[in-house]
């Protein structure tokens, strides 16, 4: 193992958005075993601080892998087009106008039915995003399309937090 592989490669699967949970599960377990710092004890000191490091290296491309958003941001810098969220906001009309309505929706929202209905939009939302987002990475390699729907899954992901707090301030 190289403490410079990307993620990936750690994980031996492909660089795809398209993963396999479970296989990445099972991944992640067997790097851990292999890494216990407590396999190192015997070692002395120096060995089971980099088992350590490797523990936190693997577990750190585990949570970038596991989550949708992360691994396709991921996937988007190792092919070169930036997220940016924080200084690139810029998004087409349409999606702004999507955000805007939601989020007066969200604003009317008073009752239990109406924040679950929320809840069930942004879930949908959320759903045809991660397609098309799979399509602009795995099919079409159109990696400014996914940098786009990345920062536009990030917006989605804040709003559906804020459907959650709010359904949760409800009782």
Same mark, same amino acid.
């Given at each position: =193992?190289?403490? $410079?592989?990307?993620?990936?490669?750690?994980?031996?699967?492909?660089?795809?958005?398209? $993963?396999?949970?479970?296989q990445l599960d099972a991944r992640w377990k067997q790097l851990q075993r292999q890494v216990h710092p407590d396999k190192f004890a015997a070692q002395g000191a120096a060995a089971q601080r980099v088992a350590m490091q490797w523990s936190a290296r693997i577990n750190e491309a585990y949570q970038r892998l596991k989550d949708p958003v992360r691994r396709a941001?991921?996937?988007?810098?190792?092919?070169?087009?930036?997220?940016?969220?924080?200084?690139?906001?810029?998004?087409?009309?349409?999606?702004? =106008? $999507?955000?805007?309505?939601?989020?007066?929706?969200?604003?009317?929202?008073?009752?239990?039915?109406?924040?679950?209905? =929320?809840?069930?939009?942004?879930?949908?939302?959320?759903?045809?995003?991660?397609? $098309?987002?799979?399509?602009?990475?795995?099919?079409?390699?159109?990696?400014? %399309? %996914?940098?786009?729907?990345?920062?536009?899954? =990030?917006?989605?992901?804040?709003?559906?937090?804020?459907?959650?707090?709010?359904?949760?301030?409800?009782?």
């Amino acid at each position: =193992m190289n403490l $410079q592989s990307t993620d990936f490669e750690l994980f031996d699967v492909s660089a795809a958005f398209a $993963q396999d949970a479970a296989q990445l599960d099972a991944r992640w377990k067997q790097l851990q075993r292999q890494v216990h710092p407590d396999k190192f004890a015997a070692q002395g000191a120096a060995a089971q601080r980099v088992a350590m490091q490797w523990s936190a290296r693997i577990n750190e491309a585990y949570q970038r892998l596991k989550d949708p958003v992360r691994r396709a941001a991921y996937l988007c810098e190792l092919n070169g087009a930036a997220i940016d969220a924080e200084r690139n906001t810029a998004m087409p009309a349409d999606f702004l =106008m $999507q955000q805007m309505a939601l989020r007066e929706a969200l604003d009317d929202a008073d009752t239990s039915a109406a924040l679950q209905d =929320m809840a069930n939009q942004t879930a949908a939302l959320r759903c045809d995003m991660l397609a $098309q987002l799979a399509q602009h990475t795995d099919t079409r390699a159109d990696w400014h %399309a %996914a940098a786009q729907s990345v920062r536009a899954l =990030m917006f989605l992901d804040k709003l559906a937090d804020e459907v959650t707090r709010k359904r949760a301030t409800l009782g």
